[in-house]
């Protein structure tokens, strides 16, 4: 039986913005994640939000979900899990640990050392976690959303390249306009609005829309113009580490995503256009100094490369 795809991305887009107020491009970002079946990686000063987006997106879809405060002391057993002598079997047990859910909230991700950061790093490319010689399988649906401070503040640790690479997309919260902090307050006045939301999706509904998105469908010159958009990264001459395949494979199918999020069956050249920010900015390195925070920096480096990129007819 065919699902109304239309219908529950409606419904899922409408729930987080119950409480996501005055953020639509957000949210639509972080369904566009969901629908591509990657993680998500949610980049901002303190209090704007980045817990609260990631709250509302794991109250949406039924299903299990996991907090994780990440801290200087975080083992990475405390995230994996780890196996234990039972006595009265007289065998070691594995005890599950919090990244076996179906949404992981890896909360200020970049306040531990990198050792630890990297204990997610197989659940997140094979779905799967290996402890002591055995390999645990994850559950489908699975959804890292990891929140960090800026790079600029006190007591953070950059992120590895290869786990950076793992996140379809790192994008910011920004501040809301004076109107929509207004209803923040009164939204905040009986409590907190996240608590009081529904599951809209199931967890089958998800994989179902997830397999969907792998069918929408992308023209060759639409092929083209997002590979030229990739070697532009590999070949400017700010960039010292370009946008690899592995990226390129998130980017296309994160324009698909975009499309069935927006009620159609095959990606345009905006969906390119629209993405290349948010999906490539943080797959790159730079070879030398740019001015003001390197994530906007960066970001506006992307933005030049694919305006100078010759759009399909």
Known sequence: MAID????????????????????DVVRLCIVA?????????EDVPGVGKTLIAKALARSVSGTFRRIQFTPDLLPADITGSSYYNAKGSDFVFSRGPVFANIVLADEINRTTPRTQSALLEAMSERQVSVDGTTHLLERPFMVVATQNPLEFEGTYPLPESQLDR?????????????????VLVNHRAGEPVDRLDAVLTGKQ??????????????????????????????????????????????YRACQALAMAEGRDYVVPDDVKRLAVPVLSHRVLTKGYLHGSQREALEALIGRLVEEVPVPS
Do not use: C, W
């Open 167 to 183: 996140f379809l997309m790192r994008i910011s919260v920004g501040y809301p306009d004076r109107g929509q902090e207004l209803r």
């Open 34 to 42: 969901l629908l591509a079946g990657e993680h998500l990686l949610l």
């Open 206 to 251: 998800v994989e179902e829309l997830q397999d969907e998105v792998r069918r929408v469908r992308v023209d060759d010159s639409i092929n083209e113009y997002l590979l030229d958009v990739v070697q532009a990264t590999r070949t400017s001459e700010d960039l010292q580490v370009g946008v690899s395949i592995r990226g390129a494979l998130s980017y």
């Open 5 to 24: 795809q239309g219908s529950l991305i409606h419904q899922l887009e409408e729930n987080l913005e119950r409480v996501v107020l005055g953020k639509p």
